[in-house]
């Protein structure tokens, strides 16, 4: 990112201030508010309220490792002459060359469950919320 508008819609293109802004836009984002004892104990009532609606076998089905078996039956069921997606591949030649790469794709769908981390490539986003490429909201 060179370019980003601040909360004052004012463009900073230096490095430094965007990393702040960055910073301080994700820090505020993902910091729980401060809640007294009382509202504490109020939230868990309501909480103790809402039916499970994930039992713990689906739970376990969640998120177990995806295996071999699992990733072969999802590309063969993408459909065919689709545009390709950001990665360029047409589901046809995934389909033709399933045998040769499927131990590639295996280990890079299995890598966040080996390493216990997203790579950078699975947190990518692809579809902007707006037009405005500089706010760092998008």
Same mark, same amino acid.
């Given at each position: 990112?060179?370019? !980003? ?35 504490? $104990?109020?939230?868990? &009532? ?35 002459? &689709? ?11 995934? $389909?033709? !060359? ?15 469950? $080996?390493?216990?981390?997203?790579? &950078? ?11 405005? &490429? ?5």
């Amino acid at each position: 990112m060179s370019i !980003l508008r601040d909360e004052e819609d004012r463009e900073v293109r230096d490095e430094e201030l965007i990393l702040e802004q960055v910073y301080k836009y994700y820090t505020e984002l993902y910091t729980q508010p401060t809640v007294s004892a009382a509202e504490k $104990h109020e939230q868990d &009532k309501v909480l103790t309220l809402i039916d499970q609606l994930v039992s713990e076998e689906e739970n376990l089905q969640l998120t177990a490792l995806p295996g071999a078996e699992e990733l072969r039956n999802m590309v063969k069921d993408l459909p065919s002459d &689709k545009s390709p997606g950001e990665d360029g591949l047409l589901a046809e030649v995934l $389909h033709e !060359l399933w045998d040769e790469i499927s131990p590639c794709c295996l280990k890079f769908i299995q890598e966040p469950w $080996h390493s216990k981390r997203i790579g &950078k490539y699975n947190t990518r986003a692809i579809i902007p919320k707006n037009e405005k &490429k500089d706010d760092l909201r998008n």
